[in-house]
């Protein structure tokens, strides 16, 4: 029975696939599928070199505050935060009353609710609270940038391109595709998946003044809040690492002496 | 069953007398994974991947129970109770990473456990049965995994289960309402993610239990070995141990420094990131894949672009795609050929690689977005993937002539086995 | 029987001090060292985690307590009580004989100096772990003018010392220090 449908059935499905396949090489022929602005002009992330970068690399703390400090002064104006709690600011360095401070300076507050009366209120973010969430009104729906570096292929890399990417859209792309000029309102990134977003390029030289005296050039904004959000999306890269390499090495040590102890054994069955 | 030769258990202690006398669990231990276990001397390392395959299960088990502590399956805070896992969870990110990878790494172990299968032939009479199990394990896993990607309610989370789900509304007349029963709903919601976190949780045990059936179905022929030449004497086989669980725990070894140097230094190589963005209903990501071990199979589903006479495209992408899998239950009725091991079998063998390749190629494609070449090259290559099976091995068995078999284990691992003189010369025995 | 092909187990195990012994009983060993190594995070992933541990203290401005009154608030996800104690009740308080009591102790050692008046407890009865009355506006506060649990009982006194009942021990006094004139932080 198994023998005699089993041929039956094979044929069947690639009967099928080859007639499926017959009429996507018909159109693929007849119709050759037209290239668009976004296969020809989206761009993959640059290379950057950041701290963390590789198997041994580690976040770099000051790199990391002022990150966080682009982030506080430009991004979190239209962009959420909200898997980080500002305890976790401890780990950039921050002492226990920077950590308060900082939480109680932040400009959105804290949302309550008292039960009993049904009024809303604000009050002052505590340590233990999350970076409260920022409701944006206008165009475009920022997304929350605390996971956004392992959101994306090559994160890191694609924050830093995204953020010193912006420019005129090239000529070469409207004389071939003249109807894909970017519309009003958007801006033109190549690093960005479908070319324009609502976004405007929100970093500029010396935008910010950093405390530790480093240059605040669009480029190294970009950079260290790529490696801030790098942090924010995974918080345990250093100790996964360290974690990592004592791990590898006990297993190395084991397996190398469970060879030797397999040898042991079947040295008597040959 | 075992071998006559088989060591017996004798407890020496007092206590264990006792024991054996009352419940005799050492003895079973002892018979099954111990000294009483007699294996074929040859096994390469291709027969590790067995123990491999219940370390992977032991892990997923230990690191899924210990995540449930802290997962909570409610679709207003399944994503944020992962990431709490991730950040404020003692020692969470690597229960969790331990647990994603560790995913891949049973379907790696058992892709490899399959495959020695297939070259070795492991299926033939008389393991059949182990063969049959071993493929009822299989869609428990595919189910058990699928359900558990569900779980971080991330967008691929979200639009896997839309889209698996989906499927079964291609099924004429009972469709639909299959879906909505699926789903308990019209969508992926509250309740398909309930129940998806119910039976995740429960379909390992169910796993465990096959798993057991399949390791009791082995111990009745014994285990197969690479010659595919059947234990005939004492010299043909060793103790399971010490040399299988010394052989078993280099492998190991091995397995671990592999498993654990991705756990540690590229937790999320193996996973999409569009699932760190909370599921959004209102928002489909751009090129919806599932994880890596499914790709060969997403890839049959997505082949099937036209319909077939009065066979829709999408019912057939989904008879192929269960098909692909279902088609490895006749196997042993497929292929004939009186002789197991690919070793021997040269025109067999050589249709094997090709096999290879073909489901590297259908994996391939199945991660690559729909477009050409890759719907053309996965629509030739899923073709070949049912010519393989069904017509090509029944084909070959019929055809082929094997090279000639070693007369036993101990000749094969030996060169020469006085077994087979004395057999020659039945007045000496 | 092929007796030349025939492996013995103990043979491989052997006996006598060899090289080879060492090295399978350091392979067992490291095996188990690797295993209770192990245990370590599947243990510890069951203690607090970091978000239980940043709420382990808690600031409350106590300005808006008037004497006589008391407040409940929360610390460790358990009642605190708040009390803001009137001169007659700190009166009340010091006249008992703390040597007379269950769990002697005067209201001096229960709160902070110079700050007498401000009596801090848990809001768990040391009975069973009710929470008493007495906090809250209009509840009873028992025969001693303290705190009242109604689940088996428990009367405690002004200074929440336990006067009557089941419960051994008085409410316990959180560790705690005035951050400023209007704000303690408890824990």
Known sequence: ?270 | MSFPWANEYKPSHPLMQWLDEKLPLPRFVYNAVGAGYPVPRNLNYMWNFGVLAGVCLMIQIVTGVILAMHYAANTGVAFDSVEHIMRDVNWGWMLRYAHANGASAFFVVVYIHIFRGFFYSSYKAPREMIWLLGVVIFLLMMATAFMGYVLPWGQMSFWGAKVITGLFGAIPLVGEPLQQWLLGGFSPDQAALNRFFSLHFLLPFVLAGVIILHIWALHIPGSSNPTGVEVKQESDTVPFHPYYTAKDGFGLGVFLILYCAVLFFAPNALGHPDNYIAANPLSTPAHIVPEWYFWPFYAILRAFTSDFFFIPAKLMGVLAMFSAILVWFFLPWLDTSPVRSGHYRPLFRKFFYLLLVDVAVLGYCGGAPAAEPFVMISQIAAAYYFLHFLVILPLVSSIEKPQPLPYSITEAVLGTDEGAVLNANPAAA | MADEATIDPAEVTGEGVRRRDFINIAAVSFAGVGGLAVLYPLVSQMSASADVLAESSTEIDVSAIAPGQAIKAVFRKQPVFLRNLTKAEIAEAEKVDAGSLRDPQTLEERTKPGKTNWLITMGVCTHLGCVPLGAGEGEVKGEFGGYFCPCHGSVYDTAARIRKGPAPKNLEVPPYEFTSDTVVKIG
């Open chain 1, 1 to 270: 029975m198994v023998r005699l449908f089993g041929p039956l059935v094979g044929l069947f499905f690639a009967v099928a696939l080859l007639w499926s396949f017959g009429n996507g090489a018909y159109v693929a022929i007849t119709e050759p599928a037209a290239p668009t602005a976004e296969k020809l002009f989206h761009k993959h992330p640059k290379e950057v070199e950041f701290s963390f970068n590789g198997a041994f690399g580690k976040f770099d703390n000051q790199q990391l505050q002022r990150g966080f400090q682009v982030y506080k002064e430009v991004c979190s104006n239209c962009h959420s935060l909200k898997q980080v709690a500002f305890r976790n600011l401890a780990d950039l360095g921050y002492s226990e009353p920077e950590v308060k401070a900082i939480a109680k300076q932040w400009a959105t507050k804290a949302k309550t609710f008292d039960a009993k009366t049904g009024d809303a209120g604000e009050r002052d973010n505590l340590p233990a609270d999350h970076i409260p969430p920022v409701y944006y009104a206008g165009q475009g729906s920022p997304p929350d940038l605390s996971l956004i570096t392992k959101a994306r292929h090559e994160g890191s890399a694609y924050v830093y391109s995204l953020l010193t990417g912006y420019q005129d859209q090239p000529a070469e792309l409207l004389k071939q595709f003249p109807d894909a000029k970017t519309p009003e309102g958007l801006h033109f990134n190549p690093y960005f998946a479908n070319l324009n977003l609502a976004m405007p390029a929100p970093l500029t030289d010396g935008g910010v003044t950093y405390a530790d005296g480093t240059k605040a050039t669009v480029d190294q904004q970009a950079k260290d809040v790529a490696a801030f959000l790098t942090w924010t999306a995974e918080p345990k890269l250093d100790k996964r690492k360290q974690t990592g390499w004592a791990v590898l090495g006990f297993l190395l040590a084991a397996t190398v002496l469970a060879y030797l102890a397999k040898k042991n054994v079947w040295a008597n069955a040959h």
